[in-house]
């Protein structure tokens, strides 16, 4: 009885961190309800290219889902549903091998045209306006597979940016 009302209340209890990893503090940071340190750690997950750190949060996948499904009854932490959804998408995406991480790009408004192309991800191509003369435009070329992509700012509560592949030549 205790124990289901505790789960209730607080989530089912999250399985135990590999001690001493690289990703511990950013899983441990994921997993304790806390809005500051989870969106934080998010956000330094979304932006890693670092590939010892991607593999030993690949590693630990099962803490992140868990993580992920503790904040699954209570709609004041859809924010953090987006960012954990994206971060499961991310290390998902880099377990599987499943190509260049640019892929990710259309997966997250936060990727922004200037900290990439600063970060040597992406060349920058041409820049111009959006249809309908709503926000600015940046096209790129990623640096790893050379995929080309068109990234629109855009405006709601916050600036966003949305990402579109080029066509192939």
Not at 87 to 107: A, E, F, I, S, T
Not at 119 to 137: D, K, L, N, Q, Y
Request: net charge negative; with cysteine; charged share 20%.
């Amino acid at each position: 009885m205790i124990g289901s009302l505790f789960e209730r209340l607080f989530g089912t209890p999250l399985p135990p961190l590999q001690e001493g990893r690289p990703g511990t503090a950013l899983l441990r940071a994921l997993g304790s309800g806390d809005y500051g340190l989870l969106r934080t750690a998010a956000a330094t997950i979304a932006l890693t290219r670092d590939a010892s750190l991607l593999d030993d949060l690949a590693l630990q996948l099962p803490y992140v889902e868990a993580a992920r499904a503790r904040y699954n009854t209570d709609p004041k932490w859809i924010r953090e549903h987006y960012e954990l959804d994206f971060v499961l998408l991310k290390l998902r995406h880099w377990r599987d091998h499943d190509g260049c991480l640019c892929q990710l790009y259309p997966h997250w408004m936060h990727y922004e045209p200037g900290r990439e192309i600063a970060s040597g991800h992406v060349m920058p191509i041409a820049t111009g306006v959006a249809e309908g003369g709503w926000g600015g435009t940046q096209d790129a070329t990623c640096t790893v597979c050379g995929r080309g992509w068109r990234c629109t700012d855009r405006e709601y509560h916050a600036p966003w940016w949305e990402w579109s592949a080029l066509p192939q030549p």
